[in-house]
């Protein structure tokens, strides 16, 4: 079983910060590209920001400048720091992993998901 567990979440007022983690645990093999993604209420989930195992990251517009991803390889842990925070940064980030687990007896590739955690920009 793989579990990817979120903290640091919660509610800042706007120009703030945030650092977000998530750690993957279970009998990882292998992890390919991480990422963060947000979703509020009614709307699709989005791409906050991505990285491989290689260290190339990607933003959209609307974050590019403010949010930085970062990893460890030896921890299986992503980070976003999110900086000059906006009310419209407001929404549950959920961290996103692609990668390969063994269960003693066979391996499973997969994306897998964590529970999410909330981000609350107050104006």
């Known amino acids: 079983q793989v579990q990817l567990v979120e903290s640091g979440g919660g509610l800042v007022q706007s120009g703030g910060s945030l650092r977000l983690s998530c750690a993957a645990s279970g009998s990882i093999l292998s992890v390919r590209r991480m990422a963060w993604y947000r979703q509020v209420p009614g709307k699709q989930r989005e791409l906050v920001a991505a990285?491989?195992?290689?260290?190339?990251?990607n933003y959209p517009d609307s974050v590019k400048g403010r949010f930085t991803i970062s990893r460890d390889n030896g921890k299986n842990t992503v980070y976003l720091q999110m900086n000059s925070l906006k009310p419209e940064d407001t929404a549950v980030y959920f961290c996103n992993a692609d990668l390969t687990w063994n269960n003693g007896r066979y391996s499973y590739t997969d994306d897998y998901w964590g529970q999410g955690t909330q981000v609350t920009v107050s104006s």
């Open positions: 990285i491989t195992s290689g260290g190339t990251t």
